[in-house]
């Protein structure tokens, strides 16, 4: 019955006491990255994710952390596993994004690059992460027909099997840096942005 929510912030804009998201004391990330990146379509907002998980009230916030590097960071989607640790799928910019060493993907491809993130269940630590991208755009459309709202480019699904293998759905324009399965329906990106179907283990590894 809990709650998770996900956006975007950024100190130049906060309401917030003392200008900052409020988040909680022994989450992953208490403070922001440092916002010194002005990457993507909205590059002028500079922006690192916050999630933050709720009782199934609403009324009490249980954990809320940053998450982020030093360039613009966006979150696509959540999912919880059967633990009720939280997955989020994500599109970043940041090259210093906090990713796994044993993670599938340790280099940030650049531009956008996908990341996927497991929360421990207290949002003190991160039990997984890894970047999924190449030299191009990743996880964002950028420049299209597509974006008629706010962080349109930003789209993308996350869902987790009964057996922890993790899913998700998102855009790529880059036709190298990803590694396609050999009997993949599609081996190739044929130009512009293709859809992209990736499993991940439990682990992100």
Known sequence: GSLYAAGNVTHEYSNAPGGKYPSTSGAFQV?????????GPYGFFQCDMAISKYDSSGKNLLWATYLGGTDNDYPNSLVVDAENRLLVLGSTYSADFTIDTLAYDTLHGGKSDIVVVKFSFDGSALLGSTFVGGPNDDGVLDNTG?????ADNYRGDIQVARNGDVFFASSTKSDTGIFIAPDAIQLKNNGGYDGLLVQLDSSLT
């Open 146 to 150: 597509l974006v008629f709202n706010y």
């Open 31 to 39: 403070n922001p990255a440092g916002f010194v990146g002005t990457s």
